[in-house]
C-alpha cells in the first residue's frame, strides 16, 4: 500500500503535522502506523458523539474536550493516510437495543469503500446478538467494539457469551473500554471483563486506553492471558496525566508487556494534535524496539497485515 509524498498544503492546517508524524514512523524504519482506534460511523451518530463531548457530559467526567478533527469524513480518512496510517478502524458501538446490527451494516460498506480500513463491528446484550455477531463474522469482519461504559451493560451478561465464544473461536480481536475513565459506569473497571475472560480465556480482547484508571489491573490480565493486549489510546498524554495518570511504578511492565501493547488514539475524537500520542510513546524512554512494535509490528502480526 502507498502513501502520499510531498505537499501536503491541502490538508490546511494538517499539512506541517503530516510531515511530522511521517518523520516519526520513517526514523523508526517502519513502512507506516497501525492505528487499532480510530472512530469512523454513520455522520448523524458522530455528530451527537461530538455534540456530547461539547457539552462536557457526564461520561467525560465534564472535561473540556475540543475535538481536533472535525472534519467530513472523506477529510478525516485522507489525513489519516497522509499521515502514513496503512491500516485503521471504525470504531462505532450502541448505546441501546437495536442498534448494533444497523450499525454494522453501516460499518461493513465503510470498510468496502475503504480498504485501509479493517472492517470493524460492534455488539449488544440483545436476543439477537449472536444471530447478527456471527452474520458479522461472515461477512469478513476482522474487529470488533464493545463499549461497556456508554452501553452501560455487564460484559459478562449471559446474552453475550455466545457472542464471546463465537469470537474466541474466530480468534478475532474484540477492542473493549471496559476502564472507568474518563468517567466511571455501572459495569465498568476490571472484575467484569475479568470474569467474561475466565469464561473465555482465548477471546483476542484488547482493553482500550490501557484500561485507565484501572492500569495495573488490566495489566494484571495481559499477564494472566496470552491473548489480551491493551491499546494505548489517549493514555500517557499531557491530557490524561492531569487527571488519571498512568503509575510510575508499573512503567517496567510496559517493556515486559511490549509485544501485547498496540497503538490506538481515538482519532478523531481527541482534544490534541495526532502527533502528540506519538511523542507521549516516545518519551516513556521504552526504547527503539518497543515503539516499533507498538506503532506498527504487533498489530501487523494480531491482524495479519
Same mark, same amino acid.
Given at each position: ?8 498544503? *491541502? ?5 506541517? &503535522? ?11 524504519? !517502519? ?5 487499532? +482506534?480510530?472512530?469512523?460511523? $454513520? ?10 463531548? *461539547? ?8 472535561? &473540556? ?12 480518512? #485522507? ?6 496510517? %496503512?491500516?485503521?478502524?471504525?470504531? !462505532? ?24 480500513? =479493517? +472492517? ?33 451493560? *455487564? ?31 455501572? +459495569? ?13 480465556? #482465548? ?19 495481559? #499477564? ?7 491499546? @494505548?489510546?489517549?493514555?500517557? @498524554? ?9 503509575? %510510575?511504578?508499573?512503567? $517496567? ?8 501493547? =498496540?497503538?490506538?488514539?481515538?482519532? $478523531? ?9 506519538? +511523542? ?7 526504547? %527503539? *524496539? ?16
Amino acid at each position: 500500500m502507498s502513501f502520499p509524498h510531498g505537499d501536503f498544503g *491541502d490538508l490546511g492546517d494538517f499539512g506541517e &503535522e503530516a510531515e511530522e508524524v511521517r518523520r516519526f514512523w520513517t526514523g523508526l524504519d !517502519l513502512p507506516g502506523l497501525i492505528d487499532v +482506534h480510530t472512530h469512523f460511523m $454513520p455522520e448523524s451518530v458522530l455528530h451527537k458523539v461530538w455534540n456530547y463531548f *461539547d457539552t462536557a457530559g457526564p461520561l467525560v467526567g465534564g472535561l &473540556e474536550w475540543p475535538i481536533a478533527y472535525r472534519r467530513q469524513e472523506a477529510e478525516r480518512t #485522507e489525513l489519516l493516510r497522509a499521515f502514513g496510517v %496503512r491500516a485503521f478502524t471504525s470504531m !462505532l458501538y450502541p448505546h441501546k437495543p437495536g442498534m448494533a446490527r444497523w450499525l454494522n451494516e453501516w460499518a461493513a460498506d465503510f470498510a468496502r469503500r475503504t480498504p485501509d480500513c =479493517l +472492517h470493524t463491528a460492534t455488539l449488544y446484550p440483545e436476543p439477537d446478538v449472536e444471530t447478527y455477531v456471527r452474520e458479522a463474522v461472515e461477512a469478513g469482519a476482522r474487529v470488533f467494539k464493545a463499549h461497556v461504559q456508554v452501553g452501560a451493560y *455487564d460484559p459478562a451478561d449471559e446474552r453475550l457469551q455466545q457472542a464471546w465464544g463465537l469470537l474466541a473461536d474466530a480468534g478475532i480481536p474484540v477492542v473493549v473500554h471496559c476502564g472507568s475513565g474518563p468517567a466511571p459506569g455501572k +459495569h465498568t473497571g476490571s472484575e467484569p471483563i475479568a470474569r467474561v475472560l475466565a469464561r473465555h480465556p #482465548e477471546l483476542r480482547l484488547i482493553v482500550a486506553h490501557m484500561g485507565m484508571p484501572e492500569y495495573a489491573e488490566s495489566l494484571d490480565l495481559a #499477564e494472566r492471558y496470552d491473548e489480551v493486549h491493551l491499546d @494505548t489510546t489517549m493514555a500517557f @498524554t499531557d491530557f490524561t496525566e492531569g487527571f488519571m495518570p498512568f503509575p %510510575r511504578q508499573d512503567r $517496567p511492565r510496559l517493556a515486559e508487556l511490549g509485544d501485547r501493547i =498496540l497503538l490506538g488514539s481515538d482519532f $478523531p475524537n481527541i482534544p490534541y494534535p495526532y502527533l502528540h500520542q506519538l +511523542h507521549a510513546l516516545e518519551r516513556l524512554d521504552l526504547g %527503539r *524496539d518497543w515503539l516499533r512494535a507498538v506503532c506498527h509490528d504487533n498489530a501487523a502480526r494480531l491482524f495479519g497485515l
